[in-house]
T-cell receptor, first 118, second 110 residues
Framework: GAVVSQHPSRVICKSGTSVKIECRSL??????MFWYRQFPKQSLMLMAT?????????EQGVEKDKFLINHASLTLSTLTVTSAHPEDSSFYIC??????????????FGPGTRLTVT | GENVEQHPSTLSVQEGDSAVIKCTYS??????FPWYKQELGKGPQLIID?????GEKKDQRIAVTLNKTAKHFSLHITETQPEDSAVYFC?????????FGKGTKLSVKP
């Protein structure tokens, strides 16, 4: 299957600082990428959908000014957690839809980023 | 909107036995049903998927069945191995995003 990479895998930051997470589709061009958040022993919660070259669509309850998403190219999307607080500590996972083949298209996930805010 | 229910939440089997995980969905317009395996500390891995125009799909020890009338789909793992131990998520997609079940923690005891 297609490969999605994510960087960094782990990050620890101090409260009030900002953190950027990168997501890349390595062997395909992803017009649509997704950002999820996962709490321990829970399912994946969709935060936002980003389409290349346009503004991200945020799910209800997700603060767009706090979680900045940029999908500047067909292979790169970034999530910036601004003014991070301990409650933002979580496992963030990006995902990309592979537009090859016949729709509905397969969706692949990155390895995740463990964010810890101290 | 779509709602996906997944059962059981935990499943323990002996190595070599079969494991079955079941999901139901609510939106009859859903047309894509993937299954993901997630190991501890890692991202979900797509293991198999099925589209609404197909009733069954098999890939080695893994199979998925879809009953559109009843709006449920199932994952079947045969000859389970300890490395199959993980959390498995089902999902359904209609027009837009994937909606996930709450996951099943599968433990395969050697």
């Amino acid at each position: 299957g297609a490969v999605v990479s994510q960087h960094p895998s782990r990050v620890i930051c101090k409260s009030g600082t900002s953190v950027k997470i990168e997501c890349r589709s390595l062997d395909f061009q992803a017009t649509t990428m997704f950002w999820y958040r996962q709490f321990p022993k829970q399912s994946l919660m969709l935060m936002a959908t980003s389409n290349e070259g346009s503004k991200a669509t945020y799910e209800q309850g997700v603060e767009k000014d706090k979680f900045l998403i940029n999908h500047a190219s067909l292979t790169l999307s970034t999530l910036t957690v601004t003014s991070a607080h301990p409650e933002d500590s979580s496992f963030y996972i990006c995902s990309a839809r592979d537009p090859q083949g016949v729709p509905p298209y397969e969706q692949y996930f990155g390895p995740g980023t463990r964010l810890t805010v101290t | 909107g779509e709602n996906v229910e997944q059962h059981p939440s935990t499943l323990s089997v002996q190595e070599g036995d079969s494991a079955v995980i079941k999901c139901t969905y609510s939106d009859s317009a859903s047309n894509y049903f993937p299954w993901y395996k997630q190991e501890l500390g890692k991202g979900p891995q797509l293991i198999i998927d099925i589209r609404s125009n197909v009733g069954e799909k098999k890939d080695q020890r893994i199979a998925v069945t879809l009953n559109k009338t009843a709006k449920h789909f199932s994952l079947h793992i045969t000859e389970t191995q300890p490395e199959d131990s993980a959390v498995y998520f089902c999902a359904a997609r209609s027009q837009g995003n994937l909606i996930f079940g709450k996951g099943t923690k599968l433990s395969v005891k050697p």
